[in-house]
């Protein structure tokens, strides 16, 4: 069974740097692309970051490319977002998910098998 728990999210200035966490148990961690999106008030779940399984591809939201920064430790099953110059329009609840079909990354949601509970992110202006 495959779990993920997110963590990191909290109360930020405008301006400010986060850094979520998002931890797997379960097998196949080291050969799935996992993914982090959001999901604001009253808005549809977006994508934010990607990263293959090995690494080396990721891929960003335009409106979060240059400012947050997707990375993973497979010893650790352990996939991170750093977030910097944080803006009020980024909060929303973040989401780790994992792709278990294929190798290759998506910005699809649909594409995505299994996600963790969520962690509020909150930039005050």
């Known amino acids: 069974q495959v779990q993920l728990v997110e963590s990191g999210g909290g109360l930020v200035q405008a301006g400010g740097s986060l850094r979520l966490s998002c931890a797997y148990s379960?097998?196949?961690?080291?050969?799935?692309?996992m993914g982090w999106f959001r999901q604001a008030p009253g808005k549809e779940r977006e994508f934010v970051a990607t990263?293959?399984?090995?690494?080396?591809?990721?891929n960003y939201a335009d409106s979060v490319r240059g400012r947050f920064t997707i990375s993973r430790d497979n010893a650790k099953r352990t996939v991170y977002l750093q977030m910097n110059s944080l803006k009020p329009e980024d909060t929303a609840v973040y989401y780790c998910a994992v792709k278990r079909r294929g190798y290759v990354t998506s910005t699809n949601v649909a594409d995505y098998d299994y996600w963790g509970q969520g962690t509020q992110v909150t930039v005050s202006s």
């Open positions: 379960g097998r196949t961690f080291s050969t799935s692309p």
């Open positions: 990263i293959s399984a090995s690494g080396i591809v990721t």
